[in-house]
């Protein structure tokens, strides 16, 4: 441990600017790319193919519900000769392009992303590229990517394809099938160069304008994403792609972030974000899956999602025939009626700077905050603390005439709710403030001689220190290379003594030796980062004992101690556990 100057720390102190959490930081350059995106919040993503026709069983076997159907071939390694025949069955003769995009308008989704192709190879497509195509393939013989891409525009619907770009159960040299094919015997290269980079070029030249193409499953090299990206860049510069082009493993590439399948970050995050998630326990129709989500919890995972600055991209599975399951058109037109009259609270918002709250939670426009009500507290009042602005109106978003009782004392705003008004799912309250909303930041607080636990999501990031997903469905914070670039935490200690402080980060061998400053008060810990192995190879680390030497607030600041090329760490947390001296609380020397 290596002491530095305290008024160099004081100096730095008063020249931190902490951002609030906010995805452009990552991409400023391409804002402009990114602005519907921003916008736009919520999605429809459409699984369909051949395993629809299936819809969860094969001879006699069935997936569980809450399985996903669209794995079937995998799950009972159905021959690749029977389900190639299987899929000459397919015949969605009820399909109606129009009613998909008229749904996804009804619902207040935006975009629409189909499963050009999945998992199993089958293009919904009329692909020249294979055979095993919609077109070629059916009796059917529409193209049904063309026809949702037409109808989606006539509708205002920006259109978007899946592309499963490595994974391929049909092609003997894609990835996945084992069962059929030696996977000693595979060439990837021949896959990627004779039917996946085709089909993608195929679908960036055939069908318009593509907001987003989003690949799934990662891919090996960072080279051989770059090849997808390129294509992107070259075909349709406009176009975005998601986080799963690149290997699940490296640095993360692509425009933004998809959280895990169903997965929800726990914070706000400082790039762009999205969440793909199922409207019942599965992505391709299932007859054994009948556990729909109800519209008050698609609206209020919408809310949530929208108060950490994401997207939701909500799936349905159309059945064989080409109709939409009954109950999933039903959850979509009750959200869509309450879009209707709260999207305002929605569309062009940006993540909440306040935090969440036992009540629900909200999002800001302009010199507004929505207060999303998922139910009405007791006592009939919302209670909002650390809004530094001052309130000017409140009122519910559907009677904005009605102003409500509001009073602002101690930095804890009080509004009183009316007895009637409230809607199913969530209830919006606007409150019109002086100025763009900001928050107080909030301290981490503890519990009786509890450890504090701080973490990438729980903090304040500056300068190019970016809190970030990771694939496996964990955060950190990463592309920090300069002392400017820091993590900070605010505690409100109640139990001072020593505390045991311990790091956890993944750092590859190339960073390694770098060294870095965790401040905790007055006291500079200098540490150098050792290597953990891999990319997100996470690895703790004990950085010895601090003093927390009296009640009140504290600063904790983590940055990199020196200008460098090149990241510092992928950071995951820092805990403080009270050192116990003969089993009691260490003293404060
Ligand atoms: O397209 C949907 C999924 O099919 C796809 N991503 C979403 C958008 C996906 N690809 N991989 N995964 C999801 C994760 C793989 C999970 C698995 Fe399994 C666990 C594959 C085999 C075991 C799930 C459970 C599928 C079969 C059993």
């Known amino acids: ?11 730095l102190l008063l020249t931190l600017a902490f951002a609030a959490t906010h995805p452009a930081r990552l991409a400023a350059a391409d804002d402009d790319r990114m602005a519907w995106f921003r916008h736009d919040k919520f999605g429809m993503f459409v699984h369909w193919g051949p395993y629809s026709l299936l819809a969860g069983e094969w001879q006699g076997n069935r997936i569980h519900p ?15 000769a029977d389900y190639r025949e299987m ?42 590229v294979s055979r095993y195509n919609i077109v070629d393939w059916t009796p059917f013989k529409r193209d049904i990517v063309k026809e949702l891409s037409e109808a989606c525009r006539k509708e205002g619907i920006r259109f978007c394809v899946y592309y499963s770009h490595r994974e391929d159960w049909e092609d003997p040299n894609g990835y996945g ?105 599965t992505w391709g129709y299932s007859k054994f899956d009948q556990e729909w989500k109800t519209p008050a ?45 709260n999207g305002e609270s929605i569309y062009g918002t940006s993540a909440c700077p306040v935090g969440q709250f036992p009540w629900g939670r909200c999002t800001v426009k302009g010199e507004r905050v929505y207060l999303h009500a998922f139910q009405r507290p007791a006592g009939g009042v919302l209670r909002v603390s650390g809004l530094r602005n001052e309130v000017k109106a409140a009122y519910l978003l559907q009677a904005p005439g009605r102003k409500l009782e509001v009073s602002q004392q101690n930095g804890v705003a009080v509004i009183g709710l009316p007895a009637q008004g409230w809607e ?90 770098r060294k870095y400053v965790v401040q905790v008060g007055d006291q500079l810990l200098e540490k150098t980062v050792e290597p953990t192995g891999d990319w997100y190879a996470y690895k703790s680390f004990d950085l010895g004992v601090v003093n927390l030497p ?38 404060v020397d």
Request: include cysteine.
């Open 550 to 587: 009296r009640k009140g607030p504290l600063r904790v600041i983590i940055r990199p101690a020196q200008a460098a090329g090149q990241n510092l760490m992928y950071f995951e947390s820092l805990s403080l556990e009270p050192e116990t001296v003969a089993g009691r609380l260490g003293r």
């Open 87 to 128: 899929a000459h069955g397919l015949n969605p003769v009820r399909f109606d392009a129009t009613q998909f995009a008229r749904l996804a308008k009804a619902a207040g989704m935006k975009y629409l992303v189909v499963t050009a192709k999945h998992h199993d190879g089958f293009a919904m497509y009329h692909s020249k």
């Open 66 to 80: 809450g399985d996903e159907a669209e794995w079937i071939m995998q799950r009972f390694n159905i021959p690749v």
């Open 297 to 341: 919890n698609v609206i209020q995972r919408l809310v949530e999602i929208v108060s950490k600055g994401g997207n939701y991209l909500l799936n349905i599975g159309p059945m064989a025939d080409g109709t939409v399951p009954a109950p999933s058109v039903a959850v979509l037109e009750q959200v869509g009626a309450w879009m209707r009259r």
């Open 424 to 513: 199913e799912g969530s209830t919006v309250v606007v409150l019109e403030v002086a100025g763009k909303p900001e928050a107080e930041p909030v301290p981490l607080t503890q519990g009786s001689d509890s450890p504090f636990q701080l973490d990438s999501i729980n903090c304040r990031t500056a300068g190019g220190a970016l809190k970030r997903f990771n694939r496996d469905g964990k955060f950190h914070i990463g592309r920090w290379t300069k002392p400017e670039d820091q993590a900070a935490w605010d505690l409100l200690v109640s139990q001072p003594g020593r505390y045991r402080a311990r790091i956890r980060y993944a750092a590859r061998q190339e960073w390694a030796g």
């Open 1 to 11: 441990m290596s002491q530095l100057n305290r008024s160099r720390f004081a100096a």
């Open 177 to 281: 099938n084992h069962w059929d094919y030696d996977p000693a015997k595979k060439d990837f290269e021949k896959y990627l160069r004779e039917k996946s980079m085709p089909q993608v070029r195929e679908l960036l030249t055939e069908y318009g304008p593509l907001g987003l193409i989003w690949f799934d499953r990662g891919i090996d090299t960072t080279e051989q994403a770059r090849r997808f990206i390129d294509l992107v860049h070259e075909l349709q510069p406009q176009c975005l792609i998601n986080g799963r082009v690149g290997n699940y493993g490296h640095e993360l590439l692509g425009d933004y972030q998809d959280m895990n399948d169903n997965g929800m970050p726990t914070g706000g995050l400082d790039e762009y974000w999205e969440t793909p998630q199922t409207l019942n326990g």
